[in-house]
């Protein structure tokens, strides 16, 4: 019992994890100072899929699988298992890890223009300050 909420918790956390790699750069629109970790977000989502290293989450899932009796995922790994062929065809998969990496992207440059807009903004406001108090 407890391995399979070990089990449940963790598919869970790890489609948040997928969620912010996707959308987390636009999170940071609102609190900027997450720019930082989304940008290791990213890394890490992207290193996992280009290089195939071991995600932790994954194994983490495993092993409370096999204490739980249950077989592991499949060597593919979570994406594979809970996302390809389940929410889109695993035929376009190259398309929609471009689209994911589009989102990315488009949400890192709408950071840098937020971030030169309130820069601007600060600025003007601070002009209008001064004005307002020479008079």
């Known amino acids: 019992m407890v391995y399979r909420l070990i089990e449940v918790v963790t598919v869970f956390v790890h489609f948040a994890f997928v969620f912010y790699v996707v959308l987390g750069g636009f999170v940071a ?3 900027r100072r997450t720019i930082g970790f ?13 290089v195939g290293y071991d995600c932790p989450l994954t194994n983490l899932e ?11 995922l499949p ?3 979570f994406i594979s298992h809970y996302i390809t062929g389940v929410f ?5 998969e190259g398309l929609v890890q471009a689209l994911a990496a589009t ?5 890192w440059v709408g950071y ?4 030169r807009h309130s820069k601007a903004l600060g600025r003007h406001s601070k002009a209008e300050v001064k004005a307002s108090s020479a008079t």
């Open 112 to 115: 840098v223009l937020l971030g």
């Open 29 to 31: 629109w609102k609190w």
């Open 38 to 50: 989304h940008l290791l977000a990213v890394v890490w989502g992207a290193g996992s899929i280009a």
């Open 75 to 77: 060597s593919t790994g």
């Open 103 to 107: 989102v990315v992207v488009g949400s």
């Open 62 to 72: 495993n092993w409370a699988r096999r204490m739980a009796g249950i077989a592991e």
């Open 88 to 92: 889109y065809p695993a035929s376009i």
